[in-house]
């Protein structure tokens, strides 16, 4: 079918779960084989299944990481970008997610690369795993190749070396420890990395390199820790392609014929600031279309700014929820549309909104206050939750799902006109006894 529509160059990934039952089936079914160029695994932990390596095609840990962006995830991803090569023959590596631009009470806050949540601060964080990734991204491109020569090291942590075919060479050593490298998942069996003296011999071509650059991370201590610090070179002129390097726990070396290594700088950010305690929007934007409004983050159905023709007035620029049906969800997503904002820490609040139900009898609205969850949490998110609906009934509920119901009742309400809704809510205060 992508041939037929022109589109040749768009290749298949398969299936982005697990290896098996895709590469079983592969190896059964010649046309299923044809049209996969890649089997991907999501969080392989580092191995992959013998049928997949059967296929002899591409292997990719097609989604990856999904750690909290500290230190030990720093650890987790300089791991798994060398292991999942040596263990499982995985050629790419993708993290999950490139930046946590999401509220961090969502599930999986911080699991980013790099931290920028507060976009009505700027506030952002170029966190360790950014300074890891360079030591792969930086002195290697699409094309170049793993040599054999890759493994473990004798007590504790990995090596790697790819090479363009042109006489480049880029050596990436890591020596993480168990209890600074973890993922969020698979679970990690134990292992122990200690002090060690790494020897290294360049064979063939490469023994006739004369320099190497040398890049370097300690993470751990703030008294110890470098992030991506570039050291003096390795000259090898004299050492017939040997060397030898003193290595320690916790630590990242790149070893590389490229001298096109740099540690970029950036702005000092904006501070860190709560959202704002009081914050209105009116949506008026001049191309809205297939946007969302800033500050929203959608966790079930899909809400984008939409220009109201018919109403010249007040409400000609909307947020619109433009799914009309619900589609294959990837999570146990929530059965009614919720896009979230604001700050969790509130307690005491006002939410004003107008509101508008286009479906006539079986429509509905709700604003909410305090809701505790969302993401592939939000089914079962509890809060304060205040529903008008089309055929003339409200009702306030303790969650998302409707199951628990605080009040409700008969009111004048109908599709196809505006109504503005208010919810305050307040923490009552403790009685002191007597």
């Not at 298949?12 to 044809?34: C, Q, T, V």
């Not at 020897?199 to 006739?208: D, H, I, P, Q």
């Not at 939000?378 to 809060?383: D, Q, V």
Request: glycine share 8%; charged share 20%; with cysteine.
């Amino acid at each position: 079918m992508l041939n037929y529509q022109g589109l040749q160059r768009v290749k298949i990934i398969a299936s982005d779960n697990l290896w098996e039952s895709i590469s079983a089936s592969m190896l059964l079914d010649a046309e299923l084989f044809k049209v996969v160029d890649v089997i991907g695994a999501h969080y392989p932990g580092t191995h992959s299944a013998k049928d997949a390596k059967l296929t002899g095609k591409k292997l990719w840990s097609s989604e990856d990481f999904s750690t909290l962006n500290s230190d030990m995830g720093a650890g987790c991803w300089g791991r798994i970008l060398n292991q999942n090569y040596i263990n499982g023959y995985m050629t790419s590596t993708i993290a999950w997610n490139l930046v946590a631009s999401y509220y961090e009470q969502l599930p999986y806050g911080r699991c980013g690369l790099m931290t920028a949540q507060e976009p009505w601060s700027g506030h952002y964080v170029v966190e360790s795993p950014v300074w890891v990734s360079a030591h792969t991204t930086q002195f290697t491109q699409p094309g170049w190749y793993y040599l054999k020569t890759v493994g473990h090291l004798e007590k504790g942590g990995s090596y790697v070396a790819l090479t363009d075919g042109l006489g480049n060479l880029t050596i990436i050593i890591e020596t993480m420890s168990h209890k600074h490298s973890k993922c969020i998942r698979p679970f990690l069996p134990y292992f122990n990395v200690s002090q060690q003296f790494a020897t290294f011999v360049l064979k063939g071509s490469f023994s006739e390199i004369p320099e190497l650059q040398v890049w370097y991370t300690k993470l751990g201590k703030t008294s110890e820790r470098f992030l991506f610090k570039q050291l003096d070179s390795l000259w090898l002129l004299d050492s017939d392609g040997s060397f030898t390097l003193s290595l320690h726990e916790d630590e990242l070396f790149t070893l590389t014929t490229l001298t096109t290594g740099r540690k970029g700088s950036y702005p000092l950010p904006p501070k860190s600031q709560p959202f704002p305690s009081t914050y209105k929007d009116d949506f008026n934007v001049d191309y809205p279309f297939f946007s969302e409004a800033p500050n929203f983050a959608d966790q079930t159905g899909v809400f984008e700014y939409f220009t109201n023709i018919e109403d010249p007035g007040e409400h000609h620029f909307t947020l619109r929820q433009v799914l009309n049906q619900r589609p294959i969800t990837w999570a146990a997503d929530a059965s009614n549309t919720i896009s979230i904002i604001g700050d969790y820490n509130w307690t005491n609040l006002t939410i004003k909104c107008d509101v508008y139900i286009e479906t006539p009898d079986t429509g509905g609205v709700f604003i909410a206050g305090r809701v505790n969850k969302g993401g592939i949490l939000i089914r079962s998110a509890r809060g304060i939750f205040f529903w008008i609906f089309a055929n003339g009934s409200y009702r306030v509920t303790g969650d998302l799902a409707g199951w628990i119901i605080y009040a409700l009742g008969r009111v004048e309400v109908t599709a196809k006109k505006w109504y503005t809704l208010t919810l305050t809510i307040k923490v009552a205060g403790r009685r002191k006894k007597t």
